[in-house]
């Protein structure tokens, strides 16, 4: 399949909606949607979508971590694991 066939323009979306929707969830590639020649939007598959949502939401929770271990405010996974233990008394 051509990377061109996931370009087409607002107008065929109007006259072929059924038969790009198809193709999009077939394929799974995004659609790229022109107006007058040039790219407008994006079409995505909503399970497509939700990965990239999902991926997202996880990269802004990492983003504390990684500042962390920019500024070196880090421990072993031992010591973590002796500190969590003691906090919930958990013996072991």
Known sequence: MSPL???RSVT??????????DH??????PVILTVN??????LLDIKIYEK????ANLA???I??????EN?????????????KREKQISG
């Not at 020649?37 to 994006?42: L, P």
């Not at 990239?52 to 991926?55: C, F, K, S, T, V």
């Not at 070196?72 to 969590?84: C, L, V």
């Open 72 to 84: 070196g405010q880090t421990r072993s996974a031992s010591e973590f694991i002796r500190e969590f």
């Open 24 to 29: 999009l969830h077939a394929t799974g590639r």
């Open 52 to 55: 990239y949502l999902e991926a």
């Open 60 to 62: 802004r929770l990492l």
């Open 5 to 7: 066939e996931d370009i």
């Open 37 to 42: 020649g040039r790219a407008d939007s994006i």
């Open 64 to 69: 504390p971590a990684e500042k962390d271990v």
């Open 12 to 21: 065929d979306l109007k006259r072929h909606t059924r038969e790009i929707l």
